[in-house]
């Protein structure tokens, strides 16, 4: 349980050397994705500490998503070594969740939202076993932990896109993950729900669990995360939010798109150059 | 076993047994590649043909189905190319299989009980004449056990696997995320596909077979809340359209096959037009009913402003709205018949109100929700009205 005790401390410090007896919830070591030798990503180091709400920013094009997709295998890597809790992803998968992009799937397959909730436990129930009485319960119990009880057996092409995000959020929730992966979890939901989400994320920190997102909103980023990772196709700083969320670092983020930088100043707000 | 039945009974498996896999082809988007694998086997069963001759084995359906899969297989690797966008691979791969196996059928001499047309749309009365022999006794139309072994295939693999399949037809993303790597069953189910159409290919034909393929699953997609009635309703439809396609034909003397496809075609017609909320009539209802519904916001509005404001009884009275908002004299009538049915404005001697509840209804489209009720309670509306004449 100590290991998840030791967070707040900056992981700035680059070549921290490898797990030892307190390894960091998320090890990436010369992570490096391509796709036809283009490359996506640029040997990308992280260290993060468990019990953390990390937000990952960046430019379009950054590579925020890929690097998700490619720390959980989903995209091939050309080099690089991912480890959660000091061991390889591969045998750590049933700690990790994953919230894909709203935008990812297709909102008007058969199921009911009961049932999306539901895949959630699936590598719980295991191959050819049917999704029993007991799973269904505890898929209901997570619906309503999001507020969306009362939805289980709509139809999910008939929900409000808030409300589509939220049975993603249950679906990762019933996983009982130590790690979370979201990207973009508050796309074109409303301030409500964003809102709720935030509590949920909040929440899961408390239980010392990590949870990683994908963020647009940069004037949300102090409030929302206590990491940072900025991201645009290397990782440009990481650590505590308070420290690397620069008006410096920004700059080296976004690069020359002005109109966002300014936003982005508006939001850091105070620091003058 | 006579005729009618055996053909029957040939139109019946085979609808069915597409239309188990189907449902996945159209939830895959991928009704095109179906098409493409029922030209790609075409090659491989005229070389079986050719080389095991009138010897029906197993490996009449087994071995064309290899070729379905190879396509697949092409098709992916020249997407992973990235040389070309869209469907453009499938497109070349596939007739230039076809053409293999047409080349072959139509030299002369070429000996097989195939013709160019037959390819395309099958032969089921061809296909009914050969009956299967078990001791030396007809038990019923080969084509039939065959589609009847394959529907039994497609049933157990959909049942064993009908939660992965569900999963990883989805989001293949979070189906990999969480173990169920989707390629191996991706293939896996490509190959039941595969041998669906070889099996079908004798009854039906290249073409048509794609129809017993996608229109069934289509139908039944937009009539569907779950995945499992979906796929009732789709062997359902298959079923219906072998029946009702033979008869179609029989009475037409038309071919059967051609008929099925007809009326899978047709079934999927109606269902557009009828299914309940995601149908035409059905989407065609729900917009009238909401431009009805915006018009009744709008006169109610429009009252609001002229009671709240400047009082014009020629503005709201019967004729002055009509002149005011422009309406149609019909469609004036209809909209202040509704509002006054749902209590929305009222009438009195010298024209039309809103009422409270028109008020609330307006503040509810409003960004700004206090404004218009604000008013309403502090100034009234019919209540105000009402106030001003005692």
């Known amino acids: 349980m100590d290991i998840l005790k030791n967070h707040n401390q900056s992981t700035n410090k680059q070549g921290a050397g490898s797990p030892t007896a307190n390894p960091p919830a998320l090890f990436v070591r010369d992570l490096t994705v391509a796709y036809n030798r283009k490359p996506v990503l640029w040997d990308i180091d992280l260290d993060v500490p468990s019990a953390v709400v990390a937000g990952i920013v960046g430019p379009n094009g950054a590579g925020k998503s890929t690097l998700i997709k490619a720390i959980l295998d989903l995209v091939p890597h050309t080099s690089g070594n991912v480890e959660i809790f000091g061991r390889p992803y591969k045998e750590q998968r049933l700690i990790v969740g994953y919230v894909p992009q709203r935008e990812s799937v297709d909102w008007t397959y058969p199921i009911t939202a009961l049932e999306l909730v539901a895949m959630g436990l699936y ?151 | 076993m006579s005729l009618i039945p055996s053909i029957i009974l040939i139109a019946v498996t085979t609808a069915a047994a597409c239309a188990v896999p189907g449902v996945f082809l159209v939830l895959r988007r991928m009704s095109m590649v179906a098409e493409g694998i029922s030209h790609a086997v075409f090659p491989g069963l005229v070389l079986a043909l050719l080389i095991l001759g009138a010897f029906r084995s197993p490996f009449l359906v087994v071995g064309p189905a290899v070729l379905g899969l190879f396509l697949v297989f092409a098709v992916q690797a020249m997407n992973r190319t990235r040389l070309f966008a869209g469907d453009a691979p499938l497109g070349v791969i596939f007739p230039a299989l076809f053409s293999i196996g047409v080349i072959i059928v139509s030299r002369r001499y ?194 609001i402003h002229h009671v709240d404001g400047e009082r014009v009884t020629s503005a709201c009275s019967r004729e002055g709205v009509r002149r005011h908002i422009r309406w149609e004299p019909a469609f004036a009538e209809k909209v202040i018949r509704v509002g006054l049915e749902h209590g929305y404005i009222a009438e009195v001697e010298d024209g039309l109100v809103p009422t409270m509840g028109g008020r609330q209804l307006c503040s509810e489209a409003l960004l700004y929700k206090d404004d218009v009720c604000e008013c309403g309670i502090v100034r009234g509306g019919l209540e105000k009205h009402e106030y001003e004449q005692q």
């Open chain 1, 123 to 273: 590598r719980k129930i295991g191959w050819f076993k049917p999704v029993t009485a007991r799973y269904r319960e505890r898929a209901r119990e997570a619906m309503d932990q999001v507020g969306m009880a009362d939805f289980a057996d709509r139809q999910i092409s008939r929900l409000s896109g808030g409300q589509q995000q939220r049975i993603f959020l249950a679906r990762a929730l019933v996983q009982d993950a130590s790690m979370y992966f979201m990207d973009e979890p508050f796309a074109g939901v409303d301030a409500s729900t964003e809102e709720a989400i935030m509590a949920i994320l909040q929440e899961l920190r408390e239980q010392g669990k990590t949870v990683f997102v994908v963020h647009h909103d940069l004037e949300t980023v102090r409030r929302y995360f206590d990491h940072l990772i900025m991201l645009n196709m290397r990782v440009v700083a990481a650590g505590a939010c308070s420290e690397v969320f620069t008006e410096e670092n920004l700059r080296r983020t976004y690069g020359g798109r002005l109109t966002l930088l300014d936003r982005a100043v508006d939001a850091i707000g105070g620091i003058k150059p």
């Open chain 2, 110 to 303: 070429s000996g097989l009980p195939l013709s160019e047309s037959t390819v395309l749309t099958g032969d089921i009365n061809y296909a009914a004449l050969t009956q299967l022999q078990i001791n030396g006794m007809a038990v019923g139309p080969r084509a039939f056990y065959v589609m009847l072994v394959i529907l039994l295939v497609n049933i157990l693999f959909t049942a064993l696997f009908f939660k992965e399949l569900k999963l990883t037809t989805f989001d293949p993303d979070h189906a990999a995320s969480v173990g169920f790597g989707s390629s191996r069953l991706y293939y896996l189910f490509m190959t039941t596909v595969s041998i669906t159409i070889v099996g079908a290919f004798e009854a039906v034909g290249a073409v048509l077979v794609v129809g017993l393929l996608v229109a069934p699953a289509a139908s039944a997609f937009l009539l569907s809340k779950r995945l499992e009635s979906m796929l009732l309703l789709s062997v359902l439809f298959a079923v219906l359209s072998a029946i009702i396609g033979f008869w179609a034909a029989y009475y037409l003397n038309a071919a059967t096959s051609g008929a099925m496809a007809m009326m899978t075609g047709i079934i999927f017609l109606l269902t557009l037009a009828f299914a309940p909320r995601r149908g035409l009539v059905s989407k065609l209802h729900i917009r009238a009913r909401r431009r009805i519904s915006f018009a009744e916001q709008l006169l109610v509005m429009h009252l």
